[in-house]
């Protein structure tokens, strides 16, 4: 994998979440990214749906990309029987990620009514602790995403980063580490301690960018591009770089709004936005 | 201030926000719930508008209520101006606070985008700061309630019980407590730790009850009735007694959907709920 020099920006330095660009396949996606200069690329697995990962695998670096991670695996949390169905795929999503050559699968962690915010921590470090020797086989990291507080009910009981250093403490593996995702943390007084412990612990693995809005329509699928919110990524940006984090600068927003756009002008907006307002 | 014992739950100990029966006056309000046998009402400031408030006080226990707070100051981030501007308005919160007989001002305390969280914190610290001698004076205290991260773009940068812990330690004043609701902090790790760090420094002067649904609709005006969605209130109620509170259980809804309904059997619901599904 390339790594950049603390404070680069560039297209090189600039990767795109395929979810961002929902409309395109993954062939558009590689192409298109390819053809504006981005340098990396993080798969969705749907996008992966009935294509031959290694194949795919090839598209991304013969373009000039890099696969910057596979998104994503997790939901660890539940009754025993979906836990062992979530370790069966999460085990195919470590197999996806090195088949596409994927240096690390991100962590939706997963949590369940019913199911005290503690207890969903235990099964979370649990499941993700039954993967780590097959992750270690085949050169995987895990990149545990802490999500904002309002997807606590059924999408993550991880919910901070210190709830994700504390489970990579917990776990203790070199394959475990966390995914920084602006949108989810930007809130947190404990911000900028969090992610320099994690830098400490050389666990940050990931960085993601994109933007809160104010009008929000939807709890889901209304962010926004770096510049269209209140988020201070560029403030976020330097905790993270001061905390030695040397990889890609990762755009992933889910936008209704944006997927109904142009996406050849869309991408053009994610590149100015990326460039000039974050 | 009526107190109880730990582990009760009763009409008495059952407080209602004005705001969650939103249709009613406050005169309706009063007539209702004491009709009910509840023992307290929380009273939100817009249903004060043009009314004689130490009539109101008086109304309020005539009808064998108690007044449990005043709903609601705060917001001190900002310009200059617009700090002195709710400057103003805090100290004449208190004053309303003191001439309905109510105990005490719940505190959202903003947020403004482009002030970083940090130095939004710090600008509350300093606004409450500024109000304490005036509330000693009056008697009134003061509750900072964490609201949901989901709100900390505009509405508060306090969004942790260990932010608002953190904020009373540095004011470092009798009368500057916390207000803990279910909805803002269910999804909390730290939740049980900082909830007990507020009972052990006799700092948790409210504690208010509702539900966070899984189909909700509108970020703002759709929680539910307790039972309704995913918290364990049950649980939290029991850190919260646990860490020493004695104080109201007080039920504060905001809904559409319930103010839509028939607010005689909404109230039943209420009284339901708080007894039967909590």
Same mark, same amino acid.
């Given at each position: 994998?390339?790594?950049?020099?603390?404070?680069?920006?560039?297209?090189?330095?600039?990767?795109?979440?395929?979810?961002?660009?929902?409309?395109?396949?993954?062939?558009?996606? +590689?192409?298109?990214?390819?053809?504006?200069?981005?340098?990396?690329?993080?798969?969705?697995?749907?996008?992966?749906?009935?294509?031959? &990962?290694?194949?795919?695998?090839?598209?991304?670096?013969?373009?000039?990309?890099?696969?910057?991670?596979?998104?994503?695996?997790?939901f660890y949390?539940g009754t025993k029987e979906e836990r062992e169905k979530s370790h069966e795929d999460n085990l195919?999503?470590?197999?996806?990620?090195?088949?596409?050559?994927?240096?690390?699968?991100?962590?939706?962690?997963?949590?369940?009514?019913?199911?005290? +915010?503690?207890?969903?921590?235990?099964q979370?470090?649990d499941g +993700?602790?039954r993967t780590?020797?097959?992750?270690?086989?085949?050169?995987?990291?895990?990149?545990?995403?802490?999500?904002?507080?309002?997807?606590?009910?059924?999408?993550?009981?991880?919910?901070?980063?210190?709830?994700?250093?504390?489970?990579?403490?917990?776990?203790?593996?070199?394959?475990?580490?966390?995914?920084?995702?602006?949108?989810?943390?930007?809130?947190?007084?404990?911000?900028?301690?969090?992610?320099?412990?994690?830098?400490?612990?050389?666990?940050?693995?990931?960085?993601?960018?994109?933007?809160?809005? &104010?009008?929000?329509?939807?709890?889901?699928?209304?962010?926004?591009?770096?510049?269209?919110?209140?988020?201070?990524?560029?403030?976020?940006?330097?905790?993270?770089?001061?905390?030695?984090?040397?990889?890609?600068?990762?755009?992933?927003?889910?936008?209704?709004?944006?997927?109904?756009?142009?996406?050849?002008?869309? &991408?053009?907006? +994610?590149?100015?936005?990326?460039?000039?307002?974050?």
């Open positions: 994998m390339r790594t950049f020099d603390s404070g680069e920006k560039s297209l090189k330095r600039l990767a795109v979440h395929t979810i961002t660009t929902k409309p395109w396949s993954i062939h558009e996606a +590689i192409q298109k990214y390819s053809a504006k200069g981005i340098g990396g690329i993080s798969v969705w697995r749907d996008t992966l749906e009935g294509e031959n &990962l290694s194949v795919i695998g090839r598209e991304i670096t013969d373009a000039g990309l890099e696969a910057v991670a596979l998104v994503r695996g997790g949390t195919r999503a470590i197999d996806e990620a090195a088949s596409i050559g994927a240096p690390q699968v991100v962590l939706v962690c997963g949590s369940t009514p019913g199911i005290s +915010i503690p207890d969903c921590l235990k979370i470090e +993700i602790g780590v020797e097959h992750a270690e086989a085949c050169g995987v990291k895990l990149s545990i995403e802490p999500l904002h507080p309002m997807y606590a009910d059924i999408r993550s009981a991880v919910s901070t980063m210190k709830a994700a250093n504390d489970l990579c403490d917990e776990i203790n593996s070199p394959v475990v580490g966390v995914a920084a995702d602006v949108y989810h943390i930007w809130w947190d007084p404990e911000l900028e301690k969090e992610i320099k412990r994690c830098g400490d612990a050389d666990r940050l693995f990931g960085y993601h960018i994109c933007d809160w809005k &104010l009008d929000m329509e939807d709890m889901l699928q209304d962010r926004g591009l770096m510049g269209e919110g209140v988020i201070d990524v560029a403030s976020i940006t330097r905790m993270v770089d001061q905390a030695g984090f040397n990889g890609y600068q990762e755009v992933e927003v889910f936008s209704k709004k944006w997927w109904a756009a142009d996406q050849d002008l869309y &991408l053009e907006a +994610i590149i100015d936005a990326y460039l000039n307002k974050c």
